[in-house]
């Protein structure tokens, strides 16, 4: 009997790791919280909207169909999606079991299911990072992965005009899906300063050679951007956001190279929207669950063939480091390729561990050319919300932290409830533990024994027997 595979995550790196186990041999189990499968990066128009074009604000269109199109029609591959993992079980031999809930995420009589895998590739993806400043809770004021979403999948614009600051190439197709979709962009700020970012991207500029195809992405956002005069501006950052119950203006000011505000430089800009990112935060609740090891506390750690340190787990994608969609499908169809059993000497391997090398060297320039700055808590000021779900400011925070709590991480989280709403610290959770570094020691903002949101009732309720055979293409 062939080996089973379950890959959670269908954005590029999960559908890649599904096309490479069905490459290997086995049958694939492909699982996504989303109704259709292609991730952050192909989101798609519901199909009830019947869009004559659904590629016409993505990258790579193409490819993604013939890819999308030749894993979900595959006899071995098991489409699941509105598929929500909650939770993973470690087992004494063997990958963990993968506990899931099948539905609408809002809907009554979600399905309990059990998955026991011989293979589990994690590709989950990773969160848009917002650094907090003061009014960045007001209504108005988004992710700029949240702006791109609605623009992709909805065909909405989150205002007009709109202000998108941030750091890294991210910003750049934002600005894109908003252009295409009918907003206004006044203009696109990297924080980094112009020397930080040539720095980065022109060190060892014999490698950029085999980026050929991120040249050409870059050169038509460049040109979009000009055709529609948006002007493009480094070393300076949105460091206050202001209104009367939404966002009305936003005050934007030049950096130092360390994100400290240089002084007389603050600008006020009135807005309708304004659409943030600082890099991403990878989703590590499922590998940390599943006891893999991280590197620097940031990344998965995966060997030559992407498995973690835990036998049978195999990771891929903006868990294992943030270099972008094509990097993703290749880790992918490598994870997949040694989840399903496929030989490690395969001419096909080989090639597909040199790409991934030079796709691993792409993320250390992207690195290097927009990292976030060690001054930007200077923009905080003592009422600055940091959680948003529990409102809690950075001087409540600094208070617990220099007080009573002192040198405990969780007794300041307990003490002022930061990370312990709605979300779970997957939005603020980096952000309070860099605030307390040195100050409160201990915990992991990657920690949570519920991955994903299960009600009582549904915990209470036995898992379905999972059937064994071919579920929907589509």
Sequence with gaps: ?????????????????????????????????????????????????????????????????????????????????????????????????????????????????????????????????????????????????????????????????????????????????????????????????????????AARPWELAAQAGKAGELAGYAGLLARHRVPYRTGRAVIEARGDGRVEEAVTARLHHDWSVVPGTERTVPVDALCVTHGFSPQLELPVAAGCRLRGGAFTDVDDDQRTSVPGVYAAGEITGIAGAPAARTEGLLAGWAAGGGDPGDRAAAALRRRRDRARAFAGRLAAAHPVGAAWPGWLRPDTIVCRCEETDYGTLLHAADGAAAGSARAVRLGTRAGLGPCQARVCGPTVAELLRGRAGGGDPHRRPVAQPIRLGELANPPVDTPDKKESAR
């Design 1 to 201: 009997m062939s080996r089973h595979v379950v890959v959670v995550g269908s954005g590029p790196a999960g559908l890649g790791a599904a096309a490479g186990a069905l490459r290997a041999g086995a049958r694939v189990t492909l699982l996504d919280a989303a109704e259709d499968p292609g991730g952050q990066y192909h989101r798609m128009p519901p199909a009830a909207f019947g869009a004559a074009r659904p590629g016409r604000l993505h990258h790579g269109w193409r490819g993604f169909e013939r890819l999308r199109d030749r894993v979900l029609g595959h006899p071995r591959c098991a489409w699941w999606p509105e598929s929500a993992v909650w939770s993973v079980d470690r087992t004494e031999q063997g990958p963990p079991h993968v506990h899931v809930l099948r539905g609408e995420a809002d809907g009554a009589g979600r399905e309990r299911h059990v998955l026991r895998p011989d293979g589990l590739v994690l590709a989950p993806g990773a969160h848009d990072r917002v650094l907090p400043f003061p009014g960045w809770e007001l209504p108005g004021v988004y992710t700029a992965g949240a702006a791109q979403a609605l623009a992709k999948g909805e065909r909405l614009v989150v205002g007009d005009p709109v202000l998108i600051a941030g750091s890294g190439p991210f910003l750049l197709p934002v600005a894109a899906s908003l252009i295409e979709a009918g907003a206004t962009v006044l203009e696109v700020l990297e924080a980094n300063p112009a020397a930080t970012v040539a720095r980065g991207w």
